[in-house]
């Protein structure tokens, strides 16, 4: 009997397929279009690899300040009594729900020249608005949620006594959250920083609009491959490839490290 209710219900069975293939058909069109033949060939120009290197490094220092900032936010909304946690919550996470080009926007008219912070940023000679550091921030600012929630459910789903027995034997709070809650936490710590990654590595929209898509300055992998496609469209296919396996290995990384 307990076989039987296992078994997926047939109503199901067709939706289930449609949502399979409408992932899978896009995927599997982009391989079969893709000229593995050039894709050393690509990988190996100046222009590629420009891009690529950015991407690494701006996607390296998006993660590590999504860290920085994140971990202790996390810790705020999981463990703290501070009024209006829902609401913070909530402002954390638009960055989920809100078009990445209005990320940019937004971005823009904060710490651009004639942002908020303008006159500031300007007068220190620290505008990041169209430099590779606005290249990090505005990835920080799309992948930091997925690292919050992610660490953020880890720590209120922790048992609470060892930090009391810490506490007891004479720890500080900074000091039982360095030696007891992050050790605890550190595998989903692990797994937003991945997530936080894979999206840092595919920003787009709110990159293009704050840093611009300069070649060898602020243009990364997405932002070469839209150049490519009105350039040169098989060689945009062999990139975006390139950019699939990376995404897939990641997830593979990251479904492995959860286990």
Same mark, same amino acid.
């Not at 595919?202 to 350039?231: H, K, M, R």
């Given at each position: 009997?307990?076989?039987?209710?296992?078994? =997926? =219900?047939?109503?199901?069975? /067709?939706?289930?397929?449609?949502?399979?293939?409408?992932?899978?058909?896009?995927?599997?069109?982009?391989?079969?279009?893709? &000229?593995?033949?050039?894709?050393?060939?690509?990988?190996?120009?100046?222009?590629?690899?420009?891009?690529?290197?950015?991407?690494?490094?701006?996607?390296?220092?998006?993660?590590?300040?999504?860290?920085?900032?994140?971990? *202790?936010?996390?810790? !705020?909304?999981?463990?703290?009594?501070?009024?209006?946690?829902?609401?913070?919550?909530?402002?954390?996470?638009? &960055?989920? +729900?809100?078009?990445?080009?209005? /990320?940019? +926007?937004?971005?823009?008219?904060?710490?651009?020249?004639?942002?908020?912070?303008?006159?500031?940023?300007?007068?220190?000679?620290?505008? *990041?608005?169209?430099? &590779?550091?606005?290249?990090?921030?505005?990835?920080?600012?799309?992948?930091? =949620?997925?690292?919050?929630?992610? +660490?953020? /459910?880890?720590?209120?789903?922790?048992?609470?006594?060892?930090?009391?027995?810490?506490?007891?034997?004479?720890?500080?709070?900074?000091?039982?959250?360095?030696?007891?809650?992050? *050790?605890?936490?550190?595998?989903?710590?692990?797994?937003?920083?991945?997530?936080?990654?894979?999206?840092?590595?595919?920003?787009?929209?709110?990159?293009?609009?704050?840093?611009?898509?300069?070649?060898?300055?602020?243009?990364?992998? =997405?932002?070469? !491959?839209?150049?490519?496609?009105?350039?040169?469209?098989?060689?945009?296919?062999?990139?975006?490839?390139?950019?699939?396996?990376?995404? +897939?290995?990641?997830?593979?990384?990251?479904?492995?490290?959860?286990?």
């Amino acid at each position: 009997m307990r076989s039987v209710a296992r078994r =997926p =219900p047939l109503a199901l069975a /067709g939706p289930a397929l449609l949502a399979v293939l409408l992932v899978l058909l896009p995927l599997a069109a982009l391989l079969g279009r893709t &000229p593995w033949s050039r894709m050393p060939a690509l990988l190996a120009t100046t222009e590629v690899r420009q891009a690529l290197w950015l991407s690494l490094r701006c996607g390296l220092g998006a993660v590590l300040l999504a860290l920085v900032l994140g971990v *202790p936010l996390a810790w !705020v909304l999981a463990r703290s009594s501070l009024p209006g946690r829902r609401l913070l919550r909530a402002v954390v996470t638009v &960055p989920l +729900v809100l078009p990445p080009v209005v /990320g940019g +926007v937004a971005l823009l008219l904060a710490f651009g020249r004639h942002g908020v912070l303008g006159r500031v940023l300007v007068e220190s000679g620290t505008v *990041p608005a169209f430099t &590779p550091y606005g290249v990090v921030l505005a990835e920080t600012f799309v992948s930091l =949620p997925f690292l919050v929630l992610t +660490v953020e /459910g880890a720590m209120a789903g922790l048992d609470r006594g060892r930090e009391d027995v810490a506490a007891t034997l004479g720890a500080g709070p900074l000091r039982a959250f360095l030696t007891v809650t992050l *050790p605890a936490v550190a595998p989903s710590v692990a797994a937003g920083a991945a997530l936080a990654g894979a999206r840092a590595l595919g920003e787009f929209g709110a990159t293009i609009t704050f840093a611009g898509s300069l070649p060898g300055t602020t243009q990364t992998v =997405p932002l070469a !491959v839209y150049q490519l496609l009105e350039d040169d469209p098989p060689a945009a296919y062999a990139l975006s490839a390139f950019l699939l396996l990376v995404s +897939v290995a990641l997830v593979l990384g990251l479904r492995a490290r959860v286990r």
